[in-house]
Each structure stands twice: as structure tokens, then as C-alpha cells.
């Protein structure tokens, strides 16, 4: 177990916080979505209230390490000023940092306008020079934890004995390590998204915990045709044709029910059509959706669940017309007795449109970090926090 910020004393020190402030942002560069700035508030609040300063640092986007204006993350300072009712300052000049006062609430700069951020061994320095700012360390940033950069995890050393988790990290952690260690059963997992490769090590290492998996996205269309099921032109991974048979055979082994769609919706891009599984998607036509029937299926065997655990969207969510099966399984699973928990990622943006978000016992705010949690049972940016 690691450390929390509850248990250091941080009176009248300088609490220099890792959060995730990484928005979307709408074209006109104001946020789209504050969520990630409202889960840290917590923390955020509990420092304050300790009699302590706060320096945060976040990233913004993918600026690879040059200063880009359109990635500042000022929107973020203004929002957070707002909830808080005090002046948050964005600095620029990191060095301008260190004269903070008790009480006053920094907000650094986005840090990948540096290249050492997510490349610490070409600039060693870069860690060091944020380091130099804080009396303690707190890693709030859950969505990061999995990516060994400056501030999440080489920043550690610098703290020996001060470096902790905050309360989103820890709440996060509360959810998802039962998954890992002991989840209470029976444990059905949901995964969709395009790309099986991507998430074929998270397939793997839920064989041994779960007692069925649900498939659907463009990810199931490599498992049909190692089935030997016409799939046409849709999506798949020819490189992961060895790795999904000796998925399946794991399942298989263990006695895992591996649930693909019933139905699926088809398009040419002229028009869209509603056909079963089992016929073969003729050349021509691409898989974007399940249909009506998979989620009767799989409904039946979903509402005997005690623990679901749900990632990816079913189909081609981003167009409105193959987003169905992800908004309605969304819907009936905010209706469900389990426990579901969702691992971020677009299955979170249906929660979100749906406004469901309420009728789910834990929503992740990192859909990469709690992949990969669930994967090695460990991040970096967590492991290397300060143990109890």
C-alpha cells in the first residue's frame, strides 16, 4: 500500500501536485469537458485547507516538446479559479514558482512544451528542476500514472519518503486492484474498440480472472475470421491471427465463454444493413455497429454479473448512426445489480452523453492506465510512490 496525502503533514509546505488537466478543448479553444478538473478538486481543496501552497503540473495535448499557444493550459487555470474562488496563477517561468506563499495555488506551464517531460533521459535535468519547487510530491494524475515521464516518475526520487498518492489516485485504485486481486464473481469483462492488438495483453491477462468475456468493436472481426466467418472488408489485424487463436484456446482451457456479436450492422457507405453473424459480411460491406439481438443475447448473462468491468465502444462510435449498440448496452448497464465498472476511454463519453453517470460504481478517469492495471497489476507512476 502506498502512501496518501493524508498521511503526511503538510502544514506550511510546498505540495507540488502531478494532476491530469489534459481537456478536450472545443475549436475555439475553450474546455469541452472540465471532468478532469473537477476530480481533482479533492485534493486540490484538502491541501489548502491543510495551510499549505500548491504548485500543479499537467500536460495539455501532444505539442512533442515545443511551446504551442493553442495547447496553453490557461482555460484550465481560469476553470479551476473559478471552483475555487481564488487566484490560481499560470506560470510560465517554472523558476517563479519557488517564491510561492502559504495559500497561494500555482499551475505550471504545460509540461510538454519541454522535451524532457516524456523523454527525462535526454534532458536528466528537467525532473530535477521541478523537483526543486515542492517540499512534497502527490500524484494525482491517474490518467498519466501508466507513462514513466518526468513528472510521474522519475520526479519520485527526489522524494524519498514524500511522495504519495492523492485522493483520486487512491480512489481509483480502490476500484480497480480488487479486479486484479479479488473480484467477486461471477466477473463478466466487456471490450470493444477498433484494434485488437492494442489491448490483446488485457484480453490475456483477464482469462484468468473473469468467468466470461463480451467482445465487440472492430476487434471482433480478427476473432470471426479466425472462425472462418466472412467479414468483408471490415476492420482487422492480420499480425494478431496467432495471438487471438491462442487467446481463444486460453478461454477455452479455463472455461471462459467468449460472447461475439449476434447480429451486426453493415454499411457500403450507400446504406447501412442489419444481418446476422453467422451469414458472412459480403465483400464490399464493413462491420460499424452490433445489433438489437447481441444485446438481447448478452443481456441474459449480463444480469447474473456480480462484477462487470467494461472498456472500448461496440462500434464505430464517433458516427451517430453505428453508436446504438454502445449507448444502448450503456443503458442497460446502468440498470444492472453488478458492480460495473468502466474503464475509460469512449465507453465514458456514452456514459457522459447519456448522462448515466451516476447508475455506475466507478467511472475511470485513465481508460490506457487502468488497461493497464488491470494487465500487470501495477503502473509506474503509482509503483514508485513512497509504500506505507
Given at each position: 500500500?502506498?502512501?496518501?496525502?493524508?498521511?503526511?503533514?503538510?502544514?506550511?509546505?510546498?505540495?507540488?501536485?502531478?494532476v491530469?488537466?489534459?481537456?478536450?478543448?472545443?475549436?475555439d479553444?475553450?474546455?469541452?469537458?472540465?471532468?478532469?478538473?473537477?476530480?481533482?478538486?479533492?485534493?486540490?481543496?484538502?491541501?489548502l485547507?491543510?495551510?499549505?501552497?500548491?504548485?500543479?503540473?499537467?500536460?495539455?495535448?501532444?505539442?512533442k516538446g515545443?511551446?504551442?499557444?493553442?495547447?496553453?493550459?490557461?482555460?484550465?487555470?481560469?476553470?479551476?479559479?473559478?471552483f475555487?474562488?481564488r487566484?490560481?496563477a499560470?506560470?510560465?517561468?517554472y523558476?517563479r514558482?519557488?517564491?510561492?506563499?502559504?495559500?497561494?495555488?500555482?499551475?505550471?506551464?504545460?509540461?510538454?512544451?519541454?522535451?524532457?517531460?516524456?523523454h527525462?533521459?535526454?534532458?536528466?535535468?528537467?525532473?530535477?528542476?521541478?523537483?526543486n519547487?515542492?517540499?512534497?510530491?502527490?500524484?494525482?494524475?491517474?490518467?498519466?500514472?501508466?507513462?514513466?515521464?518526468a513528472?510521474?516518475?522519475?520526479?519520485?526520487?527526489?522524494?524519498?519518503?514524500?511522495?504519495?498518492?492523492?485522493?483520486?489516485?487512491?480512489?481509483?485504485?480502490?476500484?480497480?486492484a480488487?479486479?486484479?486481486?479479488?473480484?467477486?464473481h461471477?466477473?463478466?469483462?466487456?471490450?470493444?474498440?477498433?484494434?485488437?492488438?492494442?489491448?490483446?495483453?488485457?484480453?490475456?491477462?483477464?482469462v484468468?480472472?473473469?468467468?466470461?468475456?463480451?467482445?465487440?468493436?472492430?476487434?471482433?472481426?480478427?476473432?470471426?475470421?479466425?472462425?472462418?466467418?466472412d467479414?468483408?472488408?471490415?476492420?482487422?489485424?492480420?499480425?494478431?491471427?496467432?495471438?487471438?487463436?491462442?487467446?481463444?484456446?486460453?478461454c477455452?482451457?479455463?472455461?471462459?465463454?467468449v460472447?461475439?456479436?449476434?447480429?451486426?450492422m453493415?454499411?457500403?457507405?450507400?446504406?447501412?444493413?442489419?444481418?446476422?453473424?453467422?451469414?458472412?459480411?459480403?465483400?464490399?460491406?464493413?462491420?460499424?455497429?452490433?445489433?438489437?439481438?447481441?444485446?438481447?443475447?448478452?443481456e441474459?448473462?449480463?444480469?447474473?454479473?456480480?462484477?462487470?468491468?467494461?472498456?472500448g465502444?461496440?462500434g464505430?462510435?464517433?458516427?451517430?448512426?453505428?453508436?446504438?449498440?454502445t449507448?444502448?448496452?450503456a443503458k442497460?448497464?446502468?440498470t444492472?445489480?453488478a458492480?460495473?465498472?468502466?474503464?475509460g476511454?469512449?465507453?465514458?463519453?456514452?456514459?457522459?452523453?447519456?448522462q448515466?453517470?451516476?447508475?455506475?460504481?466507478?467511472i475511470?478517469?485513465g481508460?490506457?492506465?487502468?488497461?493497464?492495471?488491470?494487465?500487470?497489476g501495477?503502473?509506474?507512476?503509482?509503483?514508485?510512490?513512497t509504500?506505507?
Amino acid at each position: 500500500m502506498k502512501l496518501s496525502l493524508r498521511d503526511l503533514d503538510i502544514k506550511g509546505k510546498r505540495v507540488l501536485m502531478r494532476v491530469d488537466f489534459n481537456v478536450p478543448l472545443k475549436d475555439d479553444g475553450t474546455i469541452n469537458d472540465d471532468t478532469r478538473i473537477r476530480m481533482a478538486l479533492p485534493s486540490i481543496r484538502y491541501v489548502l485547507d491543510q495551510g499549505a501552497s500548491l504548485i500543479l503540473m499537467s500536460h495539455l495535448g501532444r505539442p512533442k516538446g515545443v511551446s504551442n499557444p493553442a495547447l496553453s493550459l490557461r482555460p484550465c487555470a481560469d476553470r479551476l479559479q473559478n471552483f475555487l474562488g481564488r487566484k490560481v496563477a499560470l506560470i510560465t517561468s517554472y523558476e517563479r514558482a519557488k517564491g510561492i506563499k502559504i495559500g497561494e495555488v500555482y499551475l505550471l506551464e504545460n509540461l510538454r512544451f519541454y522535451k524532457g517531460e516524456e523523454h527525462p533521459g535526454e534532458d536528466p535535468d528537467f525532473a530535477k528542476s521541478l523537483a526543486n519547487l515542492g517540499d512534497v510530491y502527490v500524484n494525482d494524475a491517474f490518467g498519466t500514472a501508466h507513462r514513466k515521464h518526468a513528472s510521474t516518475a522519475v520526479i519520485t526520487n527526489f522524494f524519498p519518503n514524500k511522495s504519495v498518492m492523492g485522493f483520486l489516485v487512491e480512489k481509483e485504485l480502490s476500484f480497480l486492484a480488487p479486479l486484479v486481486t479479488s473480484p467477486k464473481h461471477p466477473f463478466y469483462a466487456i471490450i470493444g474498440g477498433a484494434k485488437i492488438g492494442s489491448k490483446i495483453g488485457v484480453l490475456e491477462s483477464l482469462v484468468s480472472k473473469i468467468d466470461a468475456i463480451f467482445i465487440g468493436g472492430g476487434m471482433a472481426f480478427t476473432l470471426f475470421k479466425i472462425k472462418n466467418i466472412d467479414i468483408g472488408d471490415s476492420l482487422f489485424d492480420d499480425k494478431m491471427m496467432d495471438k487471438g487463436r491462442d487467446f481463444l484456446q486460453k478461454c477455452r482451457k479455463k472455461g471462459v465463454v467468449v460472447h461475439l456479436p449476434q447480429d451486426i450492422m453493415i454499411t457500403n457507405d450507400k446504406e447501412n444493413r442489419l444481418i446476422l453473424a453467422t451469414q458472412g459480411i459480403p465483400s464490399g460491406w464493413r462491420g460499424v455497429d452490433i445489433g438489437p439481438e447481441t444485446l438481447k443475447e448478452w443481456e441474459k448473462f449480463l444480469n447474473k454479473a456480480a462484477t462487470i468491468f467494461w472498456n472500448g465502444p461496440m462500434g464505430v462510435f464517433e458516427v451517430a448512426s453505428f453508436a446504438d449498440g454502445t449507448n444502448q448496452l450503456a443503458k442497460k448497464l446502468s440498470t444492472m445489480p453488478a458492480d460495473v465498472i468502466v474503464g475509460g476511454g469512449d465507453s465514458v463519453a456514452a456514459i457522459q452523453s447519456l448522462q448515466l453517470e451516476k447508475n455506475f460504481a466507478h467511472i475511470s478517469t485513465g481508460g490506457g492506465a487502468s488497461l493497464e492495471y488491470i494487465e500487470y497489476g501495477q503502473l509506474p507512476g503509482i509503483e514508485l510512490l513512497t509504500n506505507k
